[in-house]
Each structure stands twice: as structure tokens, then as C-alpha cells.
């Protein structure tokens, strides 16, 4: 069993909890995730390590309610436990195996939208460990969805906050700002983060690539199974099949097809798309999820 050691509501649906996992919090780096299971018969789900302490044995997970088993996951306590917590899986980010000195000589610019401020704060927080300031632009549809501003105003060499109707920070999309630092303030970046939103990602991707950054993304958002077995994660990159959760879930932000991976996503939550998926992937569609057939 593994303990959570803290549980509270950062903003409507959204919640953070802090996991007593020794051997996840011993091994994990920046860009990975975890599996956990409240009980025998609960589902499977994947999230992203938003924090970790190495000395207390704790890892921190965010999540948003969207379904039956993440309600249920709402409804932990301090105190009560999960049945399972598996990991760190995926791979790490990129600069993890980075030379430091060359690392020290790139300027980042981390995007994060809505929850995926979770998986950019440990990244920006390694940075910072690491002699590294990142500016980051961090956005959400409103003040009162805005989470860890103060986490990430402590680890960011900069930080812009923004929101979709203007009732906190800058106004407008987190592109908006991006396009402010660049044409603006005369920034200039070696490398993009973009951890958000599939649609918020497109649009970031889209500029970054008038505007000569390159950038990467994390697909977590179109995980399900998170080993590769379900199938629900392919997605086409540069051409190329891949499964986020194995391949990823990081990748080339300008090679992803993001309105392929839209489209499929939406079709996945249907007995009807996820058979019409199966029919067009043929060998490539694994149906480890026991729903395709």
C-alpha cells in the first residue's frame, strides 16, 4: 500500500496529492509518469510526477476529474492509500542527459496550459537546481483555474502568467505571450517546452515553428493503459507510428500530427470509433484494451 501523505483541492476538479513511493521517489526524473491503482479492481491510471522528494520517499501527482475512477481518486484522504503505484516509466526529458555546461549555454521557454503545469513544474524546478533559469508562460481559461503560481513563481527565472478572459495576469492565449516575449521584448530561444492542452500544443507548435524554436511536447493527455498494450496513446510522428507512453512521452512538437491524435482521441471514447480504428491500423492497432475486439 502507499500512503498519501497529503490531499488537497488546488482548483475546481483539480487536486494534488503526495504519495509515499520510496523506490519511484529514489529513481524518477523530470518528463516521467506513474501508474496507480486505488484498489485491486480499479482502473489503471497514468499521471505525470509533478514533484519528488528523494529523502522523504514522496512523489507528487495532480490530477483532474474527468471519469468514474478519477472521482473516486478525488475522494482519498490524507491517511488512506493506494493499491498500487508503478513506476517511473516513460523516458525522461531530453536535457536530463544533457552535458550541464552545454545546457547552461540554451535559453528554455517552458509553456504550460491549465493542468499541464504539473508536468512543466519539475522540469523548470530541475532547471533551476541545476543553475538553469527558464522563463515560463503559464495560462489557464481563468484566475480561479490558475494552479502552483507560487511553486513555479520559486523555480523560473521569469514568469508570465495569462489567462483566456483576462481575469488575472496577461489577457488572452498563452500564444499571445509568446508572440509579446519574441516580437516584443526581443527573446530569443534555443528550445520551447509545450505541456498542455492537444489543442493549446497545436497552436504553440505552429508558431514556435514560424518563429525558428524548436519544440517539444508531452502527450501525456492521450495515455490510457500507459504501457503500450491499449493502443489508445498512437500516435504518428515525423511519419512514424509511436505510443506515447512508451516512445514518449515527450516528442518533436513540429513532427507530431496533432489533428490525427485529436481526431483519434475522440474516436477512442467509442465502441464504434475505437472498431473503425481497428479496421484502419490494422497491425499497428493493439486492442490491449479489451474494448476493440
Sequence with gaps: MYAIKEARLLAEKIYLMVVEAPRVAKNCQPGEFVIVKIDEAGERIPLTICDYD???????????????????????KTGDSFRDVVGPLGNPSDFVKEDIEVLKKKKYLFVAGGVGTAPVYPQVKWMKEHGIEADVVMGSKTKDLLILEKEME????????????????RSGMVTETVKYLVNELGKKYDVCVAIGPMIMMKFVCLLTKELGIPTIVSLNPVMVDGTGMC??????????????????????????NFDE?????????????????ALHEGATHHGGCGNCG
Excluded: W
Excluded at 154 to 169: E, I, P
Design 54 to 76: 528523494r529523502a522523504a520517499g514522496t512523489i507528487t501527482i495532480v490530477f483532474q476529474t474527468v471519469g468514474a475512477s478519477t472521482e473516486r481518486m478525488a475522494g482519498l
Design 261 to 277: 491524435a485529436m481526431k483519434r482521441q475522440q474516436m477512442y471514447k467509442t465502441q464504434e470509433g475505437r472498431a473503425l480504428l
Design 231 to 256: 493502443g489508445a496513446c498512437r500516435v504518428t510522428v515525423g511519419g512514424e507510428v509511436k505510443f506515447a507512453c512508451v516512445d514518449g512521452p515527450e516528442f518533436d512538437g513540429h513532427k507530431v
Design 154 to 169: 520559486a523555480v523560473a527565472g521569469n514568469l508570465y502568467v495569462t489567462t483566456d478572459d483576462g481575469s488575472y495576469g
